[in-house]
């Protein structure tokens, strides 16, 4: 299994920033998918979750509103619409799979978002 | 939404002993609660899944127990790499994380 994380970077307050995953190694569109946050130095925030056929999504409240979770379950590809960007949101973003009995069982390395001015 | 409260903060411990470390729910939860293990520089990684099962590869130290509100990851017996920071996790609705417990070495 390898989950790719990409598009995160610096970008001032109230900005637009897309963030994928490249997905591979399992068969995608059978599980849920996850973006999980982690600001230097804290500890772990669930962002975002979509079910594998994308009927279910999720958001956590500091991001709903914000944020939007899709997935392409052709390509093997999870995305995050991240809009009017705060420096709240400034953190790691990772790409997590569901797995079995709901864990998140792999995750990606991450992908750096800044927001500032 | 369910809150993890995660006990103690911060554990000290030298190698070869024993690690208990909490994980209270707000609210029930039934068995669907996960443990991470996290170490510098590097992304979680599953340990435990539905309270008390081992993911692949987690060696037989490590073990789970609890249901409902009250959870417990039990360390039996230290070995250096695992001093590290350990979540919880519960998935009864959408997912939320403890705020961690930091196992360092005395």
């Known amino acids: 299994v390898q989950l790719v994380e990409s598009g995160g970077g610096l970008v001032q307050p109230g900005r637009s920033l897309r963030l994928s995953c490249s997905a591979s190694?399992?068969?995608?569109?059978?599980?849920?998918m996850h973006w999980v946050r982690q600001a230097p130095g804290k500890g772990l925030e669930w962002v975002s979750g979509?079910?594998?056929?994308?009927?279910?999504?999720g958001y956590a409240d500091s991001v709903k509103g914000r944020f939007i979770i899709s997935r392409d379950n052709d390509n093997g590809a999870l995305y995050l619409q991240m809009d009017s960007l705060r420096a709240g949101d400034t953190a790691l973003y990772y790409c997590?799979?569901?797995?079995?009995?709901?864990?998140?069982?792999?995750w990606g390395q991450g992908t750096m978002v800044t927001v500032s001015s | 939404e369910i809150v993890l409260t995660q006990s103690p903060a911060t554990l000290s411990l030298s190698p070869g002993e024993r690690a208990t470390l909490s994980c209270r729910a707000s609210?029930?939860?039934?068995?669907?609660l996960a443990w991470y293990q996290q170490k510098p520089g590097q992304a979680p990684r599953l340990l435990i899944y539905?309270?008390?099962n081992r993911a692949t590869g987690i060696p037989a130290r490590f073990s789970g127990s609890g249901s409902e509100t009250d959870f417990t990851l039990t360390i039996s017996s230290l070995e250096p790499e695992d001093f590290a920071i350990y979540y919880c996790?519960?998935?009864?609705?959408?997912?939320?994380f403890g705020q961690g417990t930091r196992l360092e070495i005395k």
């Open positions: 997590v799979k569901e797995g079995l009995w709901n864990a998140f069982d792999f």
């Open positions: 996790q519960e998935r009864k609705r959408w997912p939320t």
């Open positions: 979509i079910s594998w056929d994308t009927n279910s999504r």
């Open positions: 609210q029930g939860v039934g068995t669907d």
């Open positions: 539905d309270a008390s």
């Open positions: 190694g399992f068969t995608f569109d059978d599980y849920a």
